[in-house]
Structure formats: structure tokens, C-alpha cells
T-cell receptor
Framework: NAGVTQTPKFRILKIGQSMTLQCAQD?????MYWYRQDPGMGLKLIYY???????DKGEVPNGYNVSRSTTEDFPLRLELAAPSQTSVYFC???????????????FGAGSRLTVL | AQKITQTQPGMFVQEKEAVTLDCTYD???????LFWYKQPSSGEMIFLIY??????QNATEGRYSLNFQKARKSANLVISASQLGDSAMYFC????????????FGKGTKLSVKP
């Protein structure tokens, strides 16, 4: 049981380049998320998905795109990379019924992206 | 606007002693959840404990307990009998709006346990 798998773990991009961060989960979770963590800060939500074919913006969506064609995969696309996108990116997933109880997120190990 | 505040950038505690990490929150939603996550130096995020806004009793998970004071809008994490492995960043988070998965995070507290 791998949980949430993110690739790559590290990447250096030049300004203006594009790339996709991959995220896959094998827990049959319905919810998936992308967060970014800037140095010395907490996590900020970029995009999330409540199921295949459904995505929505979080707090900081500008410069990113996502898709959710399957339950398992939730890739994050960076278009025209900028230095402000230098960060650690975390993918997470959860199984949430939309009722009471904790919606506990399982996080991937993170992807460290540097834009030069 | 919803907000999480952690006012202690760094804390030191002696091994085997208890420590309290502070967290205050602001929300106008009657239903919300409060979470604590641990981030060791290796970088992964580890769920520790959860408290629902309607829960009558404070949550406990092993050596972790959440001191929930609803009127004061505080959700402090108490770690009893600190261990060297507790040295890490600790983040308080709150579920946002109707979707409990959309967490907003505080800036974190770095806990260092001294032998």
C-alpha cells in the first residue's frame, strides 16, 4: 500500500518552462488536493478535487492547472514557471463522506521545485 | 475571513516534560474541524489529532491531547512526556467552510526537545 506518491521529488526549472507534478493514490480516496509550502510558512491550497472530473480552485491557483480524469491521479501543471513558484508542493488525499467526522488528509512526501 | 494563528515560532522543552503549543482560530462557521499535523525534518506531514467544533470532550491520541476552548477560539496541542523524536514543526489547521478537506494552516511552531 503505497499511499500518496508524488514525482518528481526534486526539480529545477528555468523561468518560462512548463512541467507537470504527478500525484497518484491507491487508497480509493475521493478527495485530492494540491498544497504549496513556502519557506517558514504553512501550507496553502492550490487546487482540490472531490472526485473524477471535478476540480476547483483553492487559495492560490494562479499559474497552475489540474485535471482529474481518474480517481487515482491528480497531476498539477505549471505553465510558464516563475521564481515565485519556487516552493515545496504537497499532494494529499482523503476519503470524505461529507458528513460529520474528521476528514483526515494523507500527504505525499512532497516535491521540491526551484525556478531559476 | 477564516484564520489560524500560531504565535510561537519556536519552543524548547526538556525530554520527558510536557509542552503546550498554542493555536487560535477565527471563523464564523458554526461547524468546523481543528487539526494538528507534525512535520519532521524529513518533510512529510503526519496527522496527529482532530477536534470537531461540536465535540463535547477534548480529543486525545496517546501522548497528544487537544485543549479545545471554544469560547476563546483556541485549540492548543499538549504533548505529554516529550521524546527526542518529537522535535519537529507542528502545524495547526482548520477545515474551511462546508468542505472539511479544505484546510487552512497556521505558520507552524518549531519544537525542539532537549536531552
Amino acid at each position: 500500500n503505497a499511499g500518496v506518491t508524488q514525482t518528481p521529488k526534486f526539480r529545477i526549472l528555468k523561468i518560462g518552462q512548463s512541467m507537470t507534478l504527478q500525484c497518484a493514490q491507491d487508497m480509493n480516496h475521493n478527495y485530492m488536493y494540491w498544497y504549496r509550502q513556502d519557506p517558514g510558512m504553512g501550507l496553502k491550497l492550490i487546487y482540490y478535487s472531490v472526485g473524477a472530473g471535478i476540480t476547483d480552485k483553492g487559495e492560490v491557483p494562479n499559474g497552475y492547472n489540474v485535471s482529474r480524469s481518474t480517481t487515482e491521479d491528480f497531476p498539477l501543471r505549471l505553465e510558464l514557471a516563475a521564481p515565485s513558484q519556487t516552493s515545496v508542493y504537497f499532494c494529499a488525499s482523503s476519503f470524505f463522506r461529507g458528513s460529520s467526522g474528521a476528514n483526515v488528509l494523507t500527504f505525499g512526501a512532497g516535491s521540491r521545485l526551484t525556478v531559476l | 475571513a477564516q484564520k489560524i494563528t500560531q504565535t510561537q515560532p519556536g519552543m524548547f522543552v526538556q525530554e520527558k516534560e510536557a509542552v503546550t503549543l498554542d493555536c487560535t482560530y477565527d471563523t464564523s462557521d458554526p461547524s468546523y474541524g481543528l487539526f494538528w499535523y507534525k512535520q519532521p525534518s524529513s518533510g512529510e506531514m503526519i496527522f496527529l489529532i482532530y477536534q470537531g467544533s461540536y465535540d463535547q470532550q477534548n480529543a486525545t491520541e496517546g501522548r497528544y491531547s487537544l485543549n479545545f476552548q471554544k469560547a476563546r477560539k483556541s485549540a492548543n496541542l499538549v504533548i505529554s512526556a516529550s521524546q527526542l523524536g518529537d522535535s519537529a514543526m507542528y502545524f495547526c489547521a482548520m477545515s474551511r467552510g462546508g468542505s472539511q478537506g479544505n484546510l487552512i494552516f497556521g505558520k507552524g511552531t518549531k519544537l525542539s526537545v532537549k536531552p
